[in-house]
């Protein structure tokens, strides 16, 4: 049973002669009666009574009949959905992120739900070192990483270019200082993230190598908790700039230049081959490429080559 011969079942019923169905099918009349005389032995039934001239339906062929219209209307339900997602009417985008990662993606969101406002997004929180796995094992469409995972299967590009901040309270002693040394920094209370990263063991390394000590006296576990704390007074951090934007705009928190204490993070957009990603997934991937035209400064798009 296939649904173009449901397709000509369904026309015989409604027409109630199959003269007529052929007619409305451009087809023969014997051709219409092999194709359901061929779907009555597949089914071992009959669906028409013969000994009326009107193509009364048998109890069998009303059975058919039902569940062949909700076959053929799912059939175009499928062909409606797949046109919407086409034109970006439908679909979905899952993203893996990190705390600080998910931080780029604010202003791409944005733009992208004013374009696409039917568009379901989800960013999924993960830990940075799985969202290469994630992407690969198809659980995310793409992830946003601040290291390059190396994976010839991935694609990536460079989507933001973020520093590492020193920040202090506005009313702290070094906040008028325009630049400050590692070693002017040995006797500060640091709040630092209690997550272990690359960055953070970057940073002790720095400390030891101008043989400074690193007094991380507090530990937290966001980044949010950390610049409130800050922000009430009670220590000085070293974050992504990202995420203290706003508190250094307000003029909450002040940045100091730190000499000997320069780490660049570039961000990645993460995803398997263009040819695997679905449309709402690749309309991503243009919002992106043009709020980087469009705010310029640490906003990029860059291709990396494999």
Known sequence: MDLSQLEVFLSVARERRFSRAAEKLFRTQSAVSQTIRKLELEIGESLFDRSSRDGVLTDAGRVLQEYAEKLINLRQDAQTALVEMR???????????????ALYLLPVLGEFRRLHPTIKITVRRSLGSQIPDD??????????????????????VVVYLDELAFVVPPNHPLATAGEVSIRQLGAESFVAHIVASPYKDKVIEAFRRHKTPLHMDVELP???????FVVMGKGVALVPEISVQEELGRGDLVRIPVRDLHFQRKLRLVYRHESNLSHAGSAFLKVAEQVAREKGGRYCFQREKR
Request: glycine share 4%; net charge neutral; no cysteine.
């Open 87 to 101: 034109e970006l009417q439908k679909g979905k985008v899952t993203i893996a992120a990190n705390e600080f990662t």
């Open 135 to 156: 992407v690969l094992k198809h659980n995310v469409e793409m992830g946003v990483l601040s290291y390059d995972p190396q994976e010839l299967q991935l694609r990536s």
């Open 222 to 228: 966001t980044l949010q908790a950390i610049t409130r």
